[in-house]
């Protein structure tokens, strides 16, 4: 159902309207009068006739006509009838401020639940309970007791956390930020984020969409949707707090190396969202992405009145790997023909301290047509000469003239650039007070510009043999059992097209040398425990046993030394194993979220990868650019490609190991976790080896 009646109501009743100063029923009232609203506004209050020189009803149904939206700030425990009142007279749009209830505990929660249900039944949307409000600068609806009504702006808001938006509301005002909408989404009991994040991207006031959250209440969904939503508006998200995820114990590699945080940073990173760590930050970004177009490339120019200010501009940008532009001859001849001698032709280009707003003028105008040039940094340093107005204004005017550039602000210093600062603000160019601030705001651009370019994701789907799996899975659910040992794991590999070792299961030592001499020479023992997970730790591998003697020995150290070190494990034998031929070990994973599903795991591998930690994430399904892209984000990627006069190994091959494994996966949501470690990859065109597997299954 719409939440327009949240943004554009044509009356409000406010229930619990106060006299009384300093109560909320009365901060709303005054927020509501002083804004301007334009609609009526009905202040419900059992025991007044009066509040604040309106005519006051003692309830809803009284007012004899139906109010679009109702503000609730009476007690909780009256809230109840407030809302079957709603239900009576038609409001179908309520905002509960009043605290107490799910944060309170088990009583609370219910009271919420039957508040949800009535709400239900008459097509009641509700905002809150325990939230600071809503605000809508077009209809200059001030509905909360977060302070005045802010700015007008490209910004929606929405914020799990009413103390963050009151914060937020007061940094904005001081620093002359507009929004569309701020939205506090409270105990979010039945309107969520979700549903917030797509009304603000159909609202044609919102450019861009804000927002805090601690949680998120349907991961897969929110991914989905804000996928689709972030090709058209950008959204910008501070996130705090974490997911059970963390809390459970983990089994596998994958599974321990993977936290909350993982899960979040990969569904930020396949929807598109743009993660920001601070108020500041995400402050930062706002502007620019509100008022700017975005970069085309990652190409930027600096200009400058002060060597220093430009080294500093300079730095940052290589820290967040942008490209520093290089100027055509023309511009630089251009350049010349106007600036003084003794400045600065490329970039930085500084026109020097002496610099009057004209020669920034000039030197913007040329650069904006450079196209070589993608985003043009502006710094201002305020020295003796210096108009820091007038160069605003010159800013301002170029911009105009020419504006499918981003163009960006960093006017140092303070009251002597204060008033240069209130110009650009006016202009709607993003002002930063480092040029650290304004270059992040640049590359978090130009990284949502990469991603809206990608070609559209291309899952590929490789024919496999679901059955076989499926009989697997099934029969150890069916007996209880969580963890699928080595053996069969390697048959659920197999048949998704994975090659693994040759071998087989032996009890005795007998039988154990006559496996390896069918096998061939090198053969590899490993002990056969459905309780050891960790074969090595426990002195339950050995590799490169060369002759059927030592195939023999190695079985009977390994049947005393393993009992001693692990006597309550159910040994049941050895597996006798091919020796593969060596290349580098690297491991494929998967560990399921419960909020977003599957991510996918690819890193350095052996038995070293917990302490290694060189790994990378991702939501599966998988594509093709998005396996490769996990393998160039870890410092492994170096090495497989060879290093040191050391050949590479087959990249492609892993990449593809990864797609399969997602297939795997995305097609049995049962498997909870699982490791292939290691994953053995040799030379181009030879085939990797997954040489060791674990997966555990839930139903
Ligand atoms: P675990 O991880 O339970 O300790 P693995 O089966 O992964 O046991 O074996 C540990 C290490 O032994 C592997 O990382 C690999 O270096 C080596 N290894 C195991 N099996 C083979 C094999 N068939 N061929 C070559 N090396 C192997
Ligand atoms: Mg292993």
């Known amino acids: 159902m719409s939440l327009e009646s949240f943004f554009d109501p044509k009356s409000v009743a406010i229930v619990g309207a106060s ?145 963050m938006l009151a914060a937020i509301l007061d940094t904005a005002k001081a620093n002359g930020i507009g929004f569309s909408s701020l939205f506090s989404i409270g105990n979010k009991a039945d309107v969520d984020e979700l549903d917030l994040v797509q009304a603000l991207a159909s609202d044609p006031n919102t450019k861009v969409i804000a927002g805090y959250l601690e949680s998120i209440t349907d991961g897969n969904e929110f991914v989905r949707e804000a996928e689709r939503i972030s090709h058209d508006k950008p959204i910008l998200l501070m996130k705090s707090g974490g997911t059970a995820a963390g809390a459970k114990a983990a089994s596998s590699h994958t599974g321990s190396l993977a936290g909350s945080e993982v899960a979040y940073e990969c569904m930020f990173a396949r929807a598109g969202i743009i993660r920001c760590d601070s108020i500041t930050q995400q402050f930062d970004f706002a502007q620019a992405f509100a008022n700017q177009p975005l970069p085309k490339g990652a190409n930027v120019v600096v200009l400058t009145n002060a060597g220093g200010a430009g080294i500093m501009a300079a730095d940052a940008i290589e820290r967040q790997g942008l490209t520093f532009a290089k100027l055509s001859e023309k511009t630089i001849e251009q350049l010349a023909a106007n600036l003084p001698a003794a400045a600065n032709l490329h970039n930085p280009v500084d026109v020097l301290g002496d610099a009057l707003a004209d020669r920034y003028e000039f030197a913007l105008d040329v650069l904006l047509d450079d196209p070589g040039v993608d985003s043009v940094l502006v710094l201002l340093t305020p020295q003796a000469m210096t108009e820091a107005q007038g160069t605003a204004e010159a800013i301002a005017r170029t911009t105009q003239a020419k504006p499918d550039k981003p163009v960006m602000a960093c006017f140092m210093g303070a009251s002597k650039v204060e008033e240069g600062i209130g110009v650009l603000r006016e202009a709607k160019i993003p002002q930063y007070d480092s040029p650290e601030g304004a270059v992040t705001t640049i590359r978090a651009m130009t990284d949502y510009v990469r991603w809206r370019n990608q070609p559209k994701r291309v899952v590929k789907l490789f024919p496999v043999n679901r059955r076989k799996v499926e009989s697997i899975i099934e029969r150890h659910l069916r007996k209880n059992m969580r963890e699928i040992g080595e053996a069969e794991s390697k048959e659920i590999l197999e048949a998704y097209g994975f090659a693994t070792p040759k071998g087989s299961i032996a009890t005795t030592a007998d039988q154990a040398a006559n496996i390896a001499d069918q096998l061939g020479y090198p053969v590899v023992l490993k002990i056969w425990s459905p309780d050891i997970l960790h074969k090595s730790d426990v002195g339950g591998v050995k590799v490169g046993l060369k002759s059927a003697q030592q195939v023999r020995d190695a079985f009977d150290l390994m049947m005393y030394r393993v009992p001693k070190k692990m006597p309550n494990a159910h040994i049941l034998g050895v597996l006798v194993q091919e020796m593969c031929a060596s290349g580098r070990e690297v491991i494929l994973g998967m560990h399921r979220d419960p909020h977003f599903g599957p991510l996918m ?48 190994v087959d990249i492609e091959a892993i990449a593809e190991g990864l797609q399969r494994l997602s297939q795997l996966v995305t097609e049995f949501p049962q498997i909870q976790e699982m490791d292939i470690n290691p994953f053995v990859v040799g030379l181009p065109g030879t085939t990797p080896i997954a040489v060791d597997a674990r997966i555990s299954v839930e139903k």
């Open 601 to 648: 795991m690819f890193g350095m591998g052996g038995v070293m990868v917990e302490v290694l930690k060189d790994v990378a994430f991702y939501l599966a399904p998988l594509t093709g650019d998005e396996a490769k892209q996990m393998l160039m984000n870890t410092k492994t990627y170096r090495i497989l490609q060879g290093v040191r006069g050391q050949e590479g």
């Open 19 to 163: 006299r009384q100063k300093g109560k909320v029923g009365y901060e709303i009232l005054t927020n509501m009068v002083a804004s301007g609203y334009e609609g009526k506004i009905f202040p419900v209050n059992r025991s007044a006739d009066t509040v604040e020189g309106l005519k006051c009803y003692p309830d809803l149904k009284s007012i004899g006509e139906t109010p679009d939206l109702a503000l609730v700030i009476v007690p909780a425990r009256f809230v109840l009838g407030v809302i079957e009142e709603c239900a009576e007279i038609g409001t179908k749009s309520v905002v509960i401020i009043t605290a107490g209830f799910k944060e309170i505990g088990e009583e609370g929660k219910k009271l919420e639940e039957e508040i949800i249900r009535v709400a239900r039944r008459a097509g009641i949307r509700i905002i809150g309970p325990n939230c600071l409000g809503v605000v809508v600068t077009a209809t200059k609806l001030n509905a909360s007791f977060g302070g005045d009504l802010p700015a007008v702006g490209g910004t929606g808001y929405l914020s799990q956390s009413g103390a």
